[in-house]
């Protein structure tokens, strides 16, 4: 149980275009997903927290403007990074919050999606 | 100061050793505490979560809450090749689900 996709797992991309990342829970309803990057030997570095239905709340630094994120329903968010440059390049993860019993009240991470942007 | 105070190692130990891995905290609000693995460019997988203070033993992982200290520890019994990877503590509040992450200990397991 708990298990969260994201695709793409990996994406190279030129300079100035946009790269869209999908976060699903397979096995769950999610009250909550968030997105992170994480650049290599580092943390987690939370971008944002999404409830489905409401506008993200994103952390301080992060540009809403240059990731959007839609939280469609209670299983997917997307990221979407806009005009990307190579300094977007990072791994990027998200997580959902299950809302049903059966779960653990925490979160539960996806794969990551590696973007590099040439 | 930092909210979670986790060494970030490395740490190498030989198979069939015993792992300490630890996290110190200053928030006293914080009830709920977890440890994740991550392998390498991969995303982090849940391995133990606990609430409150107290031992959670589940094979040969124990994870261990005293609350009083605002320390958390993993240890990792007959360590195996396959447990070398970087160690997570993170730990939330009562309400929400928003977690504060360590910075993460690597572990390298030589057989």
């Known amino acids: 149980g708990a298990v969260v996709s994201q695709h793409p797992s990996r994406v190279i991309c030129k300079s100035g275009t946009s790269v869209k990342i999908e976060c699903r829970s397979l096995d769950f309803q999610a009250t909550t997903m968030f997105w992170y990057r994480q650049f290599p030997k580092q943390s987690l570095m939370l971008m944002a927290t999404s409830n489905e239905g409401s506008k993200a709340t994103y952390e301080q630094g992060v540009e809403k403007d240059k990731f959007l994120i839609n939280h469609a329903s209670l299983t997917l968010s997307t990221l979407t990074v806009t005009s990307a440059h190579p300094e977007d390049s990072s791994f990027y993860i998200c997580?959902?919050?299950?809302?049903?019993?059966?779960?653990?009240?925490?979160?539960?991470f996806g794969p990551g999606t590696r973007l590099l942007v040439l | 100061q930092k909210e979670v105070e986790q060494d970030p190692g490395p740490l190498s130990v030989p198979e069939g050793a015993i792992v300490s891995l630890n996290c110190t905290y200053s928030?006293?609000?914080?009830?709920?505490f977890m440890w994740y693995r991550q392998y390498s460019r991969k995303g982090p997988e849940l391995l133990m979560y606990t609430y409150s203070s107290g031992n959670k033993e589940d094979g040969r992982f124990t994870a261990q809450v005293d609350k009083s200290s605002k320390y958390i520890s993993l240890f990792i019994r007959d360590s195996q090749p396959s447990d070398s990877a970087t160690y997570l503590c993170a730990m939330r509040e009562d309400s929400g689900s928003r977690l504060t992450f360590g910075e993460g200990t690597q572990l390298t397991v030589n057989p």
């Open positions: 997580s959902a919050s299950p809302r049903q019993e059966g779960f653990q009240e925490t979160q539960y």
């Open positions: 928030n006293s609000a914080f009830q709920y």
